[in-house]
């Protein structure tokens, strides 16, 4: 039983240690999308302030590609 303990412990361990590590990879990602969400709305407001000008949507999808690549 004591074996048994003692394996689910470490067991318990390395999971508490792997879902930390996600919280943080999570944290990351969710920061990375709030920045690209911004200079969406960005590029979006400046394109709707100038309708006669040229709409570069390459750019757009080349930040968030470029970004994803972590």
């Known amino acids: 039983m004591e074996r048994l303990n003692s394996?689910?412990?470490v067991?318990?361990?390395y999971i508490m240690k792997e879902n930390e590590r996600l919280r943080k990879k999570a944290e990351l990602l969710n920061q990375?999308?709030?920045?690209?969400l911004v200079q969406?709305?960005?590029k979006l407001s400046k394109?709707?302030?100038n309708p006669n000008?040229?709409?570069n949507d390459n750019n757009v999808s080349s930040s968030s590609s470029a970004s994803g690549q972590s």
């Open 47 to 49: 394109t709707n302030k």
């Open 40 to 42: 969406l709305k960005q």
């Open 7 to 9: 394996k689910l412990y």
């Open 11 to 13: 067991e318990n361990c």
């Open 32 to 36: 990375e999308n709030q920045q690209l």
């Open 53 to 55: 000008g040229s709409n």
